[in-house]
């Protein structure tokens, strides 16, 4: 620029003196204007130029000038350049930011001033029932229409997070969800949802669980603290004496069960899945637990130990020759469990048939009975503690409550599962399932 000056200038001044040497003031002054307004014209052409330049769609694009011209365009176009990245580095920042939100497990809702809806996660359209293009600049209250969370949001200060019923997917779900307000820049809010059903469901079993248990011993410790203050306040013949002892041996062999299970069911939480270096004989394994049938329906069906002999027709088919990859405790309580089961539920006289099969990804031992059967709607929740069909029949048959729990795990430990099928007034089958990688042929 400024050397476009100086040629400007000594150009006007040379031609002035040229004129004043050959011709005297007034043309020299002539020749002056003339080469001004020369000068001037060819300054005015290239900011033109320079401006039609700037004001085009390609700003990128190389320039056929030189000098100053050149040097101001080319600095323009670093300066295009770094605003451009500087612009793609956001961008990208802002996707990056965007994808965590996506991310997250927790419903991220913006709000702007007066509570309307401006961005959402898929989380959040989810748990809120709600759609990008539909309800979009709606007001929240309008959407989420739950009396908590309006009283909630009309609130001045939200330090607190409040629990409310999220959209359930099924009628037999029933969604929590942990909402909370944040407030940030200048009015707008954030509104956080966190789906707690698990953790509901898991607090509400925990005290199912609790009032269960202590039910449980409570029932037997009443009739033996009633016992004992009859034999210590009353004097009673020795049959009569007999008879209590009886009475509270029962009792107390029912709260060691109990006590029994439940170490078990904590034993099987709160340990690691059994690995494969133990090989259970399934042969063995039947053995016993035929013995222990054998045993249990002979008491079952008869009070008096000298005239107790097996009551229900119970059938084992013969044991295949394999070896199960696994803990052999956990596998007999299983099974134990299973044909304790159908023996209790089992009228006297009734049918109880235990096998083993296999197909190309499972072996499947199988216990059917000849019982009374389930109903439908019990059968999603036998495997719950101390859930009963019948809870009067559980108890006169010595039932903890906890067998099918325990053998729900021992299953999932195993990598397999528990299947129930039942018919009322045609029995039940109940199955223990595992896969077919643990187990192998036994060997000699």
Known sequence: MFSSIFVFLFSTA??????????????????????ALWAALAMLWKIHRLERWI????????????????ETAQRMQRLLKQRDKLAKDH?????????????SPNGVTLLDEQGRIEWFNDTAATHLGLDIVRDRMQHVVHLVRDPVFSRYFAQAEHHSDVVIDGRSLTVAQNTKLSVQLHS????????????????????AMRRDFVANVSHEIRTPLTVLSGFVETLQMIPLAESERKEYLDLMAVQAGRMQSLVADLLTLSQLEGSLPPGTSE????????AQVASDAAALSAVLGDKDPEQRHVVHDIVFEPAPEWAI????????????NLVSNAIRYTP??????VSWSRDPEHVILSVKDSGPGIAPEHLPRLSERFYRVDRSRSRETGGTGLGLAITKHVAQRHGGELRVESQLGKGSN????????????LSD
């Open 184 to 203: 940030y820049d200048e009015g707008r809010q954030l509104l956080l949802t966190r789906d707690i059903t698990l953790m509901t469901m898991a607090d």
């Open 430 to 441: 109940f199955m223990l399932v595992l896969p077919i990688s643990r187990v192998e042929p």
């Open 55 to 70: 004001s085009g769609s390609d700003l990128m694009r190389d320039v056929p000038w030189k000098g100053v011209w050149l």
């Open 91 to 103: 961008e990208k920042r802002l996707n990056d930011f965007l994808s965590a939100i996506q991310a």
């Open 279 to 286: 090989k259970v004989s399934v042969k063995d394994l039947m």
């Open 348 to 353: 006297a006289g009734g049918r109880v048939h």
């Open 14 to 35: 040379s031609m002035a003196l040229l004129g004043w040497w050959l011709a005297g003031p007034m043309l020299a002054l002539a020749l002056a204007l003339a080469c």
């Open 325 to 336: 990859l696994g803990g052999r405790s956990e596998l007999h309580s299983a099974i134990s």
